[in-house]
Structures are given as C-alpha cells and as structure tokens.
C-alpha cells in the first residue's frame, strides 16, 4: 500500500517561511520522482517543484523560484519543500506526489491528501 502523508502547513505572515515534509511509504516510492502541488479554493490544481528519485534534477514553477526548495531524503523515505518569502498568494493546500516518471507535470501516480498553508498579509 502507498501511502503520502503531509506536515508542517500552517499560519504564517507575509514574508516569513515554513518547512513541508512528506512521508512517503510503499515498495516502489524510493525510486520514483516526487513532487509538491497546491491548490487553492476555486482555482485549479498546480504543480510547484518536483525532485527526480536520485535527486539530482529539480525543477520550479516560476511563480516559486527563487524562495522555495524541494529536497528529498531516500534514506527516510521523505521529501521536503522550504518555502521562504511567502506570499498571501501563496495561501493553498499543498499536496505531495509521487510518479515513475517525475517532472513538471500534474498527472502523478500516486498522492497525498494534503496540508494547508495559510500566508496573511
């Protein structure tokens, strides 16, 4: 069974940061491209950052490059998104994927059911 399980998402003012983490558990995750999305009421889903299974490519939407980072530790099965500079626009749940492909696209294979982050202005 796969299982994604988010952390971290809370109230925060304009300008300050948060750290999300995503658990991630299932026989085949560790090899797989992971990826943060968001999504904010009546708006559509959009991707944010992704990180290929080793690690070694990572990819931003525009809209976060610059202030935030995805990392991933295969070792504890978990993958991180620092997000500094946060906007109010930025208010949405974020959601953690994974997908045998990766990259920056929306259909993964695999999600959680995400964390809610809140920017005051």
């Known amino acids: 069974q796969v299982q994604l399980v988010e952390s971290g998402g809370g109230l925060v003012q304009a300008g300050g940061s948060l750290r999300l983490s995503c658990a991630h558990s299932g026989r085949i995750l560790s090899t797989y491209g992971m990826g943060w999305f968001r999504q904010a009421p009546g708006k559509e889903r959009e991707f944010v950052a992704a990180i290929s299974w080793r690690g070694r490519n990572t990819y931003y939407a525009d809209f976060v490059k610059g202030r935030f980072t995805i990392s991933r530790d295969n070792a504890k099965n978990t993958v991180s998104l620092q997000m500094n500079s946060l906007k109010p626009e930025d208010t949405a749940v974020y959601l953690c994927?994974?997908?045998?492909?990766?990259?920056?696209?929306?259909?993964?294979?695999?999600w959680g059911q995400g964390t809610q982050v809140t920017v005051s202005s």
């Open positions: 994927a994974a997908d045998s492909k990766g990259g920056p696209h929306l259909k993964y294979d695999y």
